[in-house]
C-alpha cells in the first residue's frame, strides 16, 4: 500500500513538472528580432508546441546593407539532436524600400521523441575587414507525445468492413470471360475447317464463265483503240492480262507472274488445235517486244494480235453439259411428284 502511494505521488511530481516546462514554453516567444550595426536578424518558428512527428517551419531572417556579406550558418540533417531537418530551401533575397536587402532562408523540422529541446542560439557570420558574428536567443521547442486512456480496456483489432463488390470491380473479370470464351469458339471452328480440308476464308469464284468475262474485257480493248491512239505498250498489256485471266480461270493455272516461256510450257498439254498455240506464242512474243523492247509492231500486226486473242478464248469455250439422270433419281422424282 505505501508503495502504491509513493508510486502516485511519483507520478504526480513528474506530471506536475512535465506539465510546467511546457507551460514555459508554450508562453515563451517562438521569434527573435535583434538589430547590431544597423544589420537586423532574427529566428522565427510557427509555434513552440508541436505533437510527435508534426511538421513546423523554422526561419532565419537577415536585413542588411547590399555591400555587406553574411553567412548563415549551415546545418546537415539536424538543428540539434532529436530535431531533424526534412527540408531546407536556398536562400531568397528581398530588395527592400530603404535600398537595403532581406535573405530568408526556411527550414522544415519534426522530432519523433517527446520532450522539450533548446535551440541553441544561431549564429551569422559578417565577412569584412574584421570577422564578426552575430548571435541569435535561444528558442525552446516542446514536442508532445501520444496520450493514452489507460482506464479503458484493450479491443481486438478491428476486422476489414465486407463492402458489396461493385460493377468496376467486376467489368474486367468480365470481359476477360468473355475474350477467353470467344478465343476457345474460334479456335473450334477454325480447327474443323481444317480438319474437312475447307479454306478458312473461302474465295469466291466468279458467277461468270470464264469466256465470258474475257470476251467483254477484249471488246473494251478494241473499242478504246489503244494502238491506234499510240497507246501500243498499254495496248499489248491489257491484251496479254486478259489472255492469262482467261487461261487461270479456264485451266486452273497461275500465269500472273510466269514468263512466256513458263506460260506456253503449261499449256503444253492443252488439246487444241496446232494453230492456238501457234497464235498464242505469236500474241505473247509481240506483247514482250513492245513492252520490254520497245518495239513498235506494224498496224496489222496488232490487229492480228486482236484477233487471235478471241480466237485462243473462242477455241477453248467450256461447254457445260447437264448430267444426264440415272433411272434412281428418276424414280424418286416421280414418287416425290405422286406424293404431292
Not at 529566428?43 to 542588411?64: A, C, F, P, Y
Not at 492480228?304 to 428418276?330: F, G, H, N, P
Amino acid at each position: 500500500m505505501a508503495n502504491k502511494i509513493k508510486t502516485h505521488i511519483n507520478f504526480l511530481i513528474k506530471a506536475f513538472a512535465f506539465t510546467f516546462l511546457f507551460a514555459s514554453v508554450l508562453f515563451s516567444h517562438n521569434s527573435f528580432a535583434q538589430n547590431d550595426g544597423g544589420i537586423n536578424y532574427g529566428v522565427k518558428l510557427d509555434t513552440n508546441v508541436i505533437v510527435i512527428g508534426d511538421q513546423i517551419n523554422l526561419q532565419l531572417s537577415v536585413e542588411q546593407p547590399k555591400e555587406v556579406k553574411i553567412g548563415f550558418p549551415v546545418f546537415s540533417d539536424s538543428i540539434v539532436n532529436g530535431v531533424e531537418i526534412i527540408k531546407q530551401t536556398p536562400q531568397d533575397t528581398t530588395t527592400l524600400e530603404d535600398g537595403t536587402i532581406k535573405v530568408d532562408k526556411n527550414y522544415t523540422i519534426t522530432s519523433f521523441d517527446g520532450g522539450v529541446y533548446k535551440l541553441k542560439p544561431f549564429e551569422f557570420q559578417i565577412y569584412g575587414n574584421v570577422n564578426q558574428i552575430l548571435r541569435t536567443d535561444t528558442l525552446l521547442l516542446g514536442v508532445k507525445t501520444m496520450q493514452i486512456d489507460t482506464t479503458k480496456g484493450n479491443f481486438d483489432i478491428v476486422m476489414p468492413i465486407q463492402t458489396p463488390i461493385s460493377f468496376a470491380e467486376l467489368a474486367p473479370w468480365i470481359l476477360g470471360g468473355l475474350l477467353v470464351i470467344v478465343l476457345i469458339g474460334f479456335l473450334i471452328w477454325y480447327f474443323r475447317f481444317r480438319q474437312k480440308d475447307q479454306p478458312l476464308f473461302a474465295v469466291s469464284k466468279p458467277i461468270e464463265p470464264a469466256h465470258v468475262i474475257a470476251l467483254r474485257k477484249l471488246d473494251e480493248i478494241k473499242q478504246q483503240k489503244l494502238w491506234q491512239g499510240g497507246k501500243i505498250k498499254q495496248f499489248h498489256s491489257d491484251l496479254t492480262d486478259t489472255i492469262r485471266t482467261y487461261l487461270d480461270e479456264r485451266y486452273n493455272m497461275s500465269t500472273q507472274e510466269s514468263t512466256t516461256d513458263e506460260i506456253l510450257q503449261a499449256v503444253s498439254s492443252v488439246e487444241v488445235n496446232n494453230d492456238w498455240h501457234t497464235n498464242l506464242r505469236e500474241v505473247l512474243e509481240r506483247a514482250d517486244l513492245a513492252k520490254f523492247a520497245k518495239f513498235q509492231p506494224l498496224p496489222n500486226e496488232n490487229e492480228r494480235s486482236m484477233k487471235y486473242a478471241y480466237q485462243i478464248v473462242e477455241s477453248t469455250i467450256l461447254i457445260e453439259k447437264e448430267e444426264e439422270k440415272t433411272d434412281d433419281e428418276s424414280e424418286q422424282e416421280s414418287q416425290s411428284e405422286y406424293k404431292k
